[in-house]
């Protein structure tokens, strides 16, 4: 395992709203850096960010986990945080610890409570947030109407 010093390390926390797809993300995004074999799917209860059986059974992250990738000789820790707003401390928690966040939208259903809850957590913060637009490839996705969600959210 290699060392990095603490200035070639980012922390990022991925939050939205329950279902947006922050699991999925994280398990992508381990999977094409190469630290995970196998693409891992919530339905199929095998990622590696929701590993406990309580989060397998119900298909839903319950508290913030970590998974971590290399780039450009940068260790990025991905934290996976839940959505749903009886562990919206745990998001929280992660946020305050992290250097940006990534607000994960579902293109169907557009900003939700909970993404907007995150994002003023991030926003008090100072944090730099990104937006990541999933699920456009789902039936009755709209980009116009997502966009327009998120410029009356935010």
Not at 18 to 38: E, P, V
Not at 85 to 114: H, M, P, Y
Not at 142 to 153: G, P
Request: hydrophobic residues 45%.
């Amino acid at each position: 395992m290699n060392i990095y010093a603490a200035e070639s390390i980012r922390n990022v926390a991925l939050v939205g709203h329950s279902g947006s797809g922050k699991t999925q993300l994280a398990s992508a995004a381990l999977f094409d850096a190469g630290m995970i074999n196998r693409l891992g799917k919530v339905d199929e209860g095998n990622t590696v960010t929701d590993f406990d059986e309580e989060e397998i059974a119900r298909k839903h992250t319950l508290s913030a986990s970590m998974g971590f990738a290399e780039w450009n000789k940068v260790k990025i820790n991905l934290i996976d945080t839940p959505g749903m707003a009886n562990f919206l401390s745990d998001a929280g928690a992660a946020l305050r610890v992290t250097d940006a966040a990534v607000v994960i939208v579902d293109a169907v259903s557009g900003v939700e409570v909970q993404t907007e809850k995150v994002w003023n957590i991030a926003r008090e913060l100072g944090m730099p947030c990104l937006v990541v637009l999933n699920r456009l490839d789902r039936e009755r996705a709209s980009l116009d109407r997502s966009l327009t969600s998120l410029r009356e959210a935010f």
